[in-house]
């Protein structure tokens, strides 16, 4: 079945530290990729949608200057979290659109990262 | 108003019992319908898709009340290993809705 892998899965860093987090599709090509962010006992939010090749779509509320999103290839999105503060710290997720799923999923999900700023 | 809500629960039961949950969605347009399973700090995955005319997996039934706008989920026979946290998730256009979630303890 399709794959996505989601690096690092766990990152600690200093206040002010920009982090990179990378979004893989292993064995199909995704055009569209998601980023979701899931604080403590909430719900998972869609911060933007990525297509390859143009520019993201950010979900209102979301900075576009501070969650930098890069869909250069049609297997790679990357999520750059510029100057992380605390208030930063969470789940970040990314999911790929994968067509005629024989399951019928709407998306397939990483493995998450999670994002501690000191 | 949010556009998926669940019972956050917890839901505390013993193993061999059933229980029952629901969510309710606020976009009537909404064209397909998931309950996904969330263990502490991973990913979600999916546990079955939602129809209006019921759908059963295993244990599991799931059902969508389009008039009513709620989807429901029933765990029959609880396994110890049926603890997590489930998500209702509705999906428009691509965009995927995600309630808080319900969480299941079952206990032994």
């Known amino acids: 079945g399709a794959v996505v892998s989601q690096h690092p899965s766990w990152v600690i860093c200093k206040s002010g530290t920009s982090v990179k987090i990378e979004c893989r599709s292993l064995d199909f090509q995704a055009t569209t990729m998601f980023w979701y962010r899931q604080f403590p006992k909430q719900s998972l939010m869609l911060m933007a949608t990525s297509n390859e090749g143009s520019k993201a779509t950010y979900e209102q509320g979301v900075e576009k200057d501070k969650f930098l999103i890069n869909h250069a290839s049609l297997t790679l999105s990357t999520l750059t979290v510029t100057s992380a503060h605390p208030e930063d710290s969470s789940f970040y997720i990314c999911?790929?659109?994968?067509?005629?799923?024989?399951?019928?999923?709407?998306?397939?999900f990483g493995d998450g990262t999670r994002l501690s700023i000191l | 108003r949010k556009e998926v809500e669940q019972d956050p629960g917890p839901f505390n039961v013993p193993e061999g019992a059933t229980v029952a949950f629901n969510c309710t969605y606020s976009?009537?347009?909404?064209?397909?319908f998931f309950w996904y399973r969330q263990d502490c700090r991973k990913e979600p995955k999916l546990l079955m898709s939602v129809y209006s005319s019921g759908n059963e997996d295993g244990r599991f039934t799931a059902q969508l009340n389009r008039a009513s706008q709620y989807i429901s989920l029933l765990i029959r026979d609880s396994k110890l290993s049926d603890s997590a946290t489930y998500l209702c998730v509705v999906v428009k256009d691509y965009k995927l809705s995600f309630g808080a979630g319900t969480t299941v303890t079952v206990r032994a």
């Open positions: 999911s790929a659109l994968v067509p005629r799923d024989s399951l019928g999923q709407p998306q397939h």
């Open positions: 976009n009537s347009a909404s064209q397909s």
